[in-house]
């Protein structure tokens, strides 16, 4: 098993509406996907991002895509003009979340990234 931080396996894209985040994430193929089923909980986003959702972080699959989407409500400190942070964005999420570490077992295909 290795440690392996997600830019190096999949691709993901992350928004925005109100003061909730959505970010999807891609798999190359099915056995980095059944990585992430296993590795890639809501409670692992939620604490991934602590501090920064407050709400509940909702998975769903989507296995024909070997893809996933998180919903993290909460998550930009009231959305808009409403925060004083200073990226209230959901786009950067994205870029968060790719730093989040799985295991993964020997021999899984790695991106070249």
């Known amino acids: 098993m290795a ?12 928004g ?15 056995a980095i996907y059944e990585a992430l089923v296993r ?3 809501a409670e692992r986003v939620k604490e991934h991002f602590a501090g920064w ?12 895509l070997l893809a996933m989407n998180f919903v993290c409500r909460g998550a930009l400190g009231g959305g808009g003009s409403a925060t004083m942070r200073m990226d209230n964005l959901g786009k950067c999420y994205a870029a ?6 799985i295991e993964i077992g020997d021999g899984l295909e790695l991106s070249q990234t």
């Open 3 to 14: 440690l392996v931080q997600l830019r190096h396996l999949v691709q993901a894209r992350s």
């Open 16 to 30: 925005d509406k109100g003061n909730t985040v959505n970010i999807a994430v891609f798999a190359p193929n099915a």
């Open 39 to 41: 590795e890639v909980t």
């Open 53 to 64: 959702v407050s709400g509940e972080v909702t998975r769903h699959k989507v296995p024909k």
């Open 96 to 101: 968060n979340f790719m730093r989040m570490e």
